[in-house]
């Protein structure tokens, strides 16, 4: 089911009521119906794929009990290491199976030698990488006896399948999400109406930037031998806030639904375009996935302790993991290692941690400094979504160095040309007021500083027309495929 | 949750009147612009793509096309009832091919519904209203969602004196018919086209066709049924049913004007695809028209298929 569909409308007020006027005095019934209605949401898109997250969720509880009562140091490895192949090897077989076989022909290939293997017809079920990190956060947080697990299967089986946040995060750890289905809900009408608030903002950045930039970035990225440096550096621009208003929309939405049945979720985007370097702007963006990888990759390989080579060595493992976690494509490991390769000299110098408040606090406006450095590490994000986008690596290649080319001073020239002049009009308002915002968990927070509910309800009038009237053609979730 | 719960429905109140204001606003700003067609233009015609892509009416001095891609007869219905409130029309050129009577997605298709809906509700009569809510009322629902953005075009273009848009003659300078006669072969989805599932007579369609001739009989407007150009591959394909539809006139409407000019031969590049002419075809068959006179036309061609084929090849 999609955030943006008649589906959902229909769907989150129905559990909405059942959920606070049917299930509210009993807790377990409450998990229940988070369990019976997470199942609906992801069987609406295909109900055959929910074996396996039942199968992932059964393995993960009884390992999780198992880890509890065993004390013999092998066994509970063993434990976990069943744990972890599950999960991956679900991950491994649907995403990287296909992957992994192409190389294997392309090498053999390469030496001289012709196999032939057939790769599977299989769909990629939706959110896999992001439940199977849910659950792998579980089981490696009671062995290493952070986390008391859970005999509550229920309750454990609605922290796996938690709608809001099932397909595609933020990626919660257990330690943050699963002890809030042990406690009873009380409902607050702050967090309601926050959550009301932050689900509409997130709508706008889906249906009004993502959707429209999706139909010219497409266009641009499909065609791109066609057209001109300029149009191209358009395209890629286009692109830059799809996947922001994509993914942070997405992530908004999850947030203000869970907020609306009493649950709070990690922020997942924190206006990581304004950035000042590109360690603050990993600080910024996709933090559930980003501090996934620190605590149970990075740190417990030496994180930036030891030496320089491990230094690097860590780094590049933490990034180039994370582009292949996006995808088995060549072309998201690239995008990690030039991540990576932005973010090394920043970690050798030390200077990794120097932006860590929010750009120009306390200001209208950023200094003339600050907005270099958030223009140049803009621009290396953009040069970086060329990759995560592009079909091939030769096609990222080719997209590049047809920017970094004469027609680059040319005036952007497309079949979409009056479109893209109200996307970018309508991405300038998003920007500013994403800038006014900044301070805040989302941009339309404080919101209620203003004391008119008349002005208030007119702004989300405004909102909700905008959305109506410039949304674009309803495209899925971007991280849906991953 | 007292408060939230009539906070909430309040704000849905509001809302929803706003979005009636909108939707009523439209609705009178469309009632109120004429469709206005020049007094010498006494010709009209209609249809889907094939006829919005066929005639130029920029070659003939009375001709007005107001064809517009996957126009259902619904639709054509609508506006005509408009156009001959407010204008003084003598003949009606009705395009008329197998997948306009086959074919029920055409009309009932979401996606179709959803952007005709905002242009044609304020056309639209009680009963108009009913038959397509009653049979797609989801759509209609979602269709609904449209018109603001619409309302805001129409504003615009009144104040810019600019007239709505409900079709006119496109040009088309493609050329594709080796990449669709592959995907023919395959049995694959065609481009720009969609050959209908089942052979069967839309009741829909025919409906509304129906209601069209008699529109037509009651203001006393000569109604032309006409087939358009297309390709010998496209007619010869079994699913396209050309002789159910061939069947379907002689047993349902033998008594309208026909002309079926499907089987004229043309050069490859005259086509943009199977049904399409491009802008050199379009050109071609517009003077072809132009030189027979539409009175001329009905008085050689009238149901002679087997003449008209002479005629041109």
């Not at chain 1, 270099?372 to 979504?385: G, K, P």
């Not at chain 2, 969609?194 to 509304?208: A, D, M, N």
């Amino acid at each position: 089911m999609l955030f943006n569909s008649l589906d959902f409308a229909i769907f989150l007020p129905i559990v909405f009521v059942l959920y606070w006027f049917v299930t509210a005095r009993n807790l377990k019934l409450q998990n229940l119906l988070i369990v019976v209605a997470s199942y609906v949401f992801y069987g609406w898109w295909n109900w055959r794929f929910l074996s396996l997250i039942l199968f992932s969720t059964l393995v993960d509880y009884l390992v999780g009990l198992g880890l509890y009562k065993q004390k013999n140091p092998t066994k509970r490895k063993m434990l976990l290491w069943i744990s972890i192949l599950v999960n991956l090897g679900f991950l491994g077989y649907f995403k990287y199976y296909n992957f992994f076989l192409d190389n294997f022909i392309q090498a053999f290939k390469f030496f001289g030698h012709s196999i032939s293997l057939r790769g599977l017809n299989i769909v990629l079920p939706v959110g896999i990488s992001f439940y199977t990190f849910q659950t792998l956060s579980y089981s490696i947080d009671v062995y290493k006896q952070n986390l008391k697990p859970t005999k509550d299967i229920i309750a454990f089986t609605a922290f796996v399948s938690f709608f809001p946040q099932l397909v595609a995060g933020p990626i919660e750890r257990a330690t943050h999400l699963l002890p809030q289905f042990y406690k009873e809900r009380i409902f607050k009408y702050d967090k309601a109406v926050n959550g009301m608030r932050q689900i509409l903002w997130g709508l706008f950045k889906k249906i009004v930037v993502a959707d429209n930039a999706a139909v010219l970035a497409n266009d641009i990225f499909n065609n791109s031998t066609e057209y001109s440096g300029s149009t191209l550096l358009l395209g890629a621009l286009f692109f830059t806030f799809q996947i922001y208003g994509d993914f942070s929309g997405y992530s908004d939405i999850a947030i203000g639904t869970s907020r609306l049945f009493g649950f709070d979720l990690m922020q997942n985007f924190n206006f990581p375009y304004f950035s000042r370097d590109i360690a603050e702007f990993w600080r910024r963006w996709h933090i559930s996935l980003s501090t996934w990888f620190r605590d149970y990759l990075y740190i417990p390989l030496g994180g930036s302790r030891g030496g320089v080579w491990k230094k690097i060595r860590n780094t590049f493992v933490i990034f180039l993991v994370s582009g292949f976690w996006h995808g088995a494509n060549w072309t998201f490991i690239i995008w990690g290692a030039l991540n990576a390769i932005y973010f090394l000299p920043l970690l050798l110098l030390n200077k990794n941690r120097v932006n860590i408040n929010t750009v120009a606090n306390g200001k209208l406006l950023p200094s003339i400094k600050e907005l270099l450095q958030m223009t140049t590490t803009f621009a290396i994000t953009v040069i970086a979504w060329i990759f995560f986008r592009a079909e091939s690596v030769k096609h990222a290649i080719n997209y590049l160095s047809g920017i970094f080319s004469y027609s680059l001073f040319s005036v952007p020239q497309f079949s979409h040309i009056r479109h893209g002049l109200i996307t970018l009009t309508l991405i300038g308002l998003f920007v500013i007021i994403e800038w006014l915002g900044r301070n805040q968990r989302f941009a339309i927070e404080k919101i209620p500083a203003i004391q008119s509910r008349y002005l208030r309800w007119s702004f989300y009038m405004l909102i909700i027309f905008s959305i109506i009237i410039f949304g674009g053609e309803q495209q899925e979730f971007i991280y849906f495929q991953f | 949750m007292k408060k939230f719960i009539h906070n909430i429905l309040l704000f849905a109140i509001i809302f929803v009147s706003v979005f009636l204001v909108i939707i009523i606003a439209n609705y009178m700003l469309v009632k109120a612009t004429e469709i206005i067609i020049p007094k010498h233009k006494k010709v009209l015609i209609l249809g889907d793509s094939n006829s919005e892509c066929a005639i130029n009416d920029s070659i003939f001095n009375s001709v007005v096309n107001l064809s517009s891609s996957s126009d259902s007869y619904y639709y054509s219905y609508l506006k005509l009832k408009k156009i001959i409130d407010e204008n003084q029309i003598d003949t009606l050129l009705l395009s008329f091919s197998p997948h306009n009577i086959f074919d029920n997605g055409w009309l009932f298709n979401e996606s179709h519904i959803y952007s005709r809906f905002k242009l044609y509700y304020p056309l639209m009569n009680y009963y108009d209203f009913k038959f397509l809510t009653k049979n797609k009322p989801i759509a209609v629902f979602k269709a609904v969602f449209a018109v603001p953005k619409q309302t805001m075009t129409n504003f615009f273009n009144v104040l810019q004196n600019k007239p709505i848009r409900y079709g006119g003659f496109k040009l088309l300078n493609r050329n594709i018919l080796s990449e669709v006669q592959n995907k023919l072969i395959k049995g694959e989805k065609l481009p720009f086209f969609r050959i209908p599932e089942k052979l069967t007579v839309s009741e829909y369609e025919v409906l509304y066709l129906k209601k069209i001739i008699s529109l037509c009989k009651n203001k006393k407007i000569k109604l032309i049924l006409i087939n358009l150009p297309k390709r010998k591959e496209l007619l010869n394909y079994p699913r396209y049913g050309v002789k159910k539809f061939n069947n379907f006139y002689e047993n349902y409407l033998s008594d309208t004007e026909f002309f079926d000019f499907s089987e004229i031969k043309l050069p490859d590049n005259y086509y943009a695809d199977f049904v399409h002419l491009n802008a050199k075809g379009s050109a071609f068959f517009s003077k072809l028209l132009k030189k027979q006179g539409f009175k001329n036309l009905k008085k050689k061609f009238i149901h002679s298929i087997s003449n008209q084929k002479k005629q041109y090849l």
